[in-house]
């Protein structure tokens, strides 16, 4: 009766093995034209500009955001969508835009493009006011100096991992244009 048992697991093995695979391949599909729905947002962004196009690659890779984040914060704040614009920044953006805040919220929530527009225009922003990549880079994520030279080490490993060593050399960029 032992031997029957076991028969019985092992030829029920391979039918639970395959039905846990067919949902990971489905949501690994899915994961994939995410991705690239971002891609096209991030390219759209970046307007030819290959170094905006690899920032706003390597900031999306260290904040790993999604469609529907909101994320809380230890400080009450939210941070949203696939770049995880901090909602500090809703009340700016609304007055920016001359639209109300539930709307600007719920854009960077639920659309990846508006999300990448608002993260492009913020690390601009900084950029301008700044006048240094990486304090710009830093400043995207706090206002903090400490937060800031931490989150800059991380998005410049990302950035390496992503597009290799060499990711902002004359030679790297000229070839990706």
Wanted: hydrophobic share 45%; net charge positive.
């Amino acid at each position: 009766m032992i031997v029957n048992r076991t028969v019985h697991v092992l030829v029920a093995l391979p039918s639970l093995f395959l039905a846990s695979v067919a949902p990971a391949q489905a949501a690994s599909s899915q994961m994939t034209a995410y991705e690239a729905q971002l891609g096209q947002c991030i390219r759209e962004a970046a307007a030819g500009r290959t170094w905006l196009e690899r920032t706003l690659w390597g900031l999306r890779d260290q904040e790993a955001g999604w469609i529907g984040a909101e994320v809380l914060n230890t400080n009450g704040s939210h941070d949203l969508g696939p770049l995880q614009i901090n909602s500090s920044w809703v009340p700016k953006l609304a007055a920016l835009i001359g639209r109300p805040a539930s709307d600007i919220r719920f854009w960077l929530v639920n659309d990846p493009c508006f999300n990448v527009q608002a993260a492009r225009w913020i690390f601009l922003s900084g950029l301008s006011v700044t006048g240094d990549y990486w304090k710009a880079v830093g400043v995207y994520h706090s206002p903090t100096a400490w937060r800031q030279r931490r989150y800059v080490l991380s998005v410049s490993r990302h950035l390496e991992r992503r597009f290799g060593a060499r990711v902002f050399s004359a030679a790297s960029t000229a070839a990706q244009r």
